[in-house]
């Protein structure tokens, strides 16, 4: 039998055990992750934006997801990040991320990544020195 190290159902939600399934408009997909250098758009990797597949916008478009759209990545490892998107065009089954991204989520290509729909919350201060 399969073991999904993520814990997803194929429908694209969390199932951790002992969690239940994940909220009600919670987007999740376990992806194979590419450096965006593969599909020629070396001009993301200065930015914080990834491409999904169609099969994401079109999951998400039926989610009562919040916006603007933001996604937690996560490793096999447990490192993770948040980012934006930019378009849905790439390869089913596939995300391209910035390489740095890969970098800091200490993730090689090819390797499967967790990528779910994220609320973070608006900053209220900051304080340079």
Same mark, same amino acid.
């Given at each position: 039998?399969?073991?999904? =190290?993520?814990?997803?159902?194929?429908?694209?939600? &969390?199932? *951790?055990?002992? /969690?239940?399934?994940?909220? =009600?408009?919670?987007?999740?997909?376990?992806?194979?992750?590419?450096?965006?250098?593969?599909?020629?758009?070396?001009?993301?990797?200065?930015?914080?934006?990834?491409?999904? =597949?169609? &099969?994401?916008?079109?999951?998400?478009?039926?989610?009562?997801?919040?916006?603007?759209?933001? *996604? #937690?990545?996560? &490793?096999?490892?447990?490192?993770?990040?948040?980012?934006?998107?930019?378009?849905?065009?790439? #390869?089913?089954?596939?995300?391209?991320? =910035?390489?740095?991204?890969? /970098?800091?989520?200490?993730?090689?290509?090819?390797?499967?990544? #967790?990528?779910? &729909?994220?609320?973070?919350? #608006?900053?209220?201060?900051?304080?340079?020195?």
């Amino acid at each position: 039998m399969y073991h999904n =190290p993520f814990g997803m159902d194929d429908d694209g939600f &969390s199932s *951790f055990p002992g /969690q239940g399934a994940a909220r =009600p408009g919670a987007f999740m997909r376990q992806l194979r992750c590419y450096p965006v250098s593969f599909i020629g758009r070396d001009e993301l990797e200065r930015g914080d934006k990834i491409i999904l =597949p169609t &099969s994401a916008l079109a999951l998400l478009t039926r989610l009562n997801i919040t916006y603007p759209m933001l *996604f #937690k990545l996560e &490793s096999l490892g447990g490192q993770a990040t948040h980012c934006g998107v930019l378009e849905f065009l790439a #390869k089913e089954g596939h995300v391209y991320i =910035p390489y740095w991204m890969m /970098q800091n989520l200490q993730i090689n290509e090819g390797d499967m990544l #967790k990528v779910g &729909s994220a609320v973070l919350e #608006k900053g209220n201060f900051v304080k340079f020195q």
